[in-house]
């Protein structure tokens, strides 16, 4: 069953901006801020979730005092292009807690791009050595260690 594309108005441009700022606000906030009655504005929320341009909504943590002193960006190379090769690489780093992102690349002397947070540079490196470098059909492995994040989750623009 597909879904109709969603035309989005002013207002549905407004709610979404918000939103990604300020996931809590209250619906009479929000309709208030952008003009319009709760109900309304309660509808074209649900419309939104329903076409999926809503996807979820979480809480932000501060990984650093739950002690993930460093974030590493470390990029993977796979001996293998093949459907199978990556599913199985996928597979396997979803079941890593520590790998916070995984992204499938192209340009670099990579396939995959992680994003990881260790506790520290023992912990990083027992994760590397004994977790994913073991992972059939890996055969390069290039980090990177964060120096310091300039910002992070900057909202998807709604306006194009």
């Known amino acids: 069953m597909s879904v109709t594309p969603l035309i989005l108005d002013r207002f549905d441009r407004q709610i979404l901006t918000i939103l990604q700022q300020e996931g809590r606000i209250?619906?009479?906030?929000l309709a208030d801020r952008i003009g319009l009655s709760a109900s309304p504005c309660l509808r074209r929320v649900r419309t939104l979730?329903?076409?999926?341009l809503i996807m979820?909504?979480?809480?932000e943590v501060d990984a650093r005092q739950l002690g993930y002193q460093l974030m590493v960006l470390l990029h993977i190379a796979m001996d293998q292009h093949t459907s199978?090769?990556?599913?199985?690489?996928?597979r396997h780093?979803?079941?890593?807690?520590?790998?916070?992102?995984?992204?499938?690349?192209t340009g670099q002397a990579a396939d995959f791009q992680l994003k990881i947070l260790v506790r520290d540079m023992d912990d990083y490196q027992h994760l590397l050595l004994h977790v994913i470098n073991r992972i059939e059909g890996v055969t390069g492995a290039h980090t990177s260690f964060v120096l310091r994040?300039?910002?992070?989750?900057?909202?998807?623009?709604?306006?194009?």
């Open 26 to 29: 209250s619906n009479q906030e």
């Open 49 to 52: 979730e329903e076409h999926g």
């Open 56 to 59: 979820q909504y979480r809480a």
């Open 84 to 90: 199978e090769r990556f599913e199985n690489f996928e």
């Open 93 to 105: 780093i979803r079941q890593i807690p520590n790998v916070i992102e995984c992204l499938i690349i």
């Open 149 to 160: 994040r300039v910002f992070e989750h900057r909202p998807v623009p709604t306006e194009y």
